[in-house]
């Protein structure tokens, strides 16, 4: 057995520190046994521009999740762990398959809860010769030690910042210690990924998320207030816009918003970004368009203008040359 999988024998991976033998069969809170899940892979053409290059981000989705909003838009995969079971090995014959069909780099979607089994992976392809860019693309939701982990195999950090209010946390996400874990996790991640360009691209550094909630524009501007305080221009700031009202069974025990964010509020946090001096930084266009929705029970998830499909938990490789 790996050293990596004995990690699961008394699962920390994640802030909730469950402390339980996945290789067991024990379950924690992300409900993920010892067999790794994931969903789809695809060449994604809807992240921000410098992470979607030209092709696409070889963008893997994973089964389960860590944190489990209430109004996940990827809940069949978060809530429900929809998805097959997957080895290293074909994790890794996915990321090169991703390499040779173009992809800007290998873009790992909620993948905490796999870590160990995701480190083989990435050794085995790097080993044959993959040689594109790692993008840890996750909730910031992250323990320090786990960071710790990750570092060596990660070039770009893409959390999100949800909050920086526990209260918010706690009604919300169902978690109160998020705000402090992700400020903290984010601080990290900077720390170790100074940004770095070749042409358009990025090959290292952080982009820092943030999902403008409707009904709170205060909260999002002390969100969008930190992070320029507390890194200037050192990460990227992406805002996004395009919350959709959407509760999945599973997430009823947390506070949900059932509208959508508003023209109004929208430049409301328009006008507040002006006021401060970004560099580095995308604000999402408002629109009421949620064809972009995806349905991971389909071969390709999205609308074909967002992804390429390349591999599916029930169809295998389906890329076409
Ligand atoms: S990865 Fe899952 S089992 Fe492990 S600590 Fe986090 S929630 Fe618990």
Known sequence: MSDYMTLYENCMLCPRQCGVNRLQGELGFCNCGPEMRAAVACLHKGEE?????????????????TLQCASCQNCQLSHELLGGTITPRLLSEIFMELERFGAANINLVTATQWIPHILMALQSAKNRGMNLPVVWNSSGYEAEETLELLNNFIDIYLPDLKTISPTFSKSFLGTGDYAKTAQHAIGIMAKSKPLQWEEETLVRGVIVRHLVLPGHIAASKKAIEWI?????????ISLMSQYIPFLSETGKQKENI??????????QIEAFIETLDIENGFF?????????????KKENPFPSEYAVPVWHYRFGFVAKN
């Open 228 to 236: 320029h305080t507390a890194f200037s221009n050192s990460v990227i």
């Open 284 to 296: 999402q266009a408002l629109s009421t368009d949620d064809t972009w929705r995806p349905d991971f």
């Open 49 to 65: 521009p410098p992470i979607s290059g030209t092709k696409g981000s070889g963008t893997v989705f994973f089964s389960g999740c």
């Open 258 to 267: 059932n509208r959508s964010l508003t023209k109004k509020e929208y430049a």
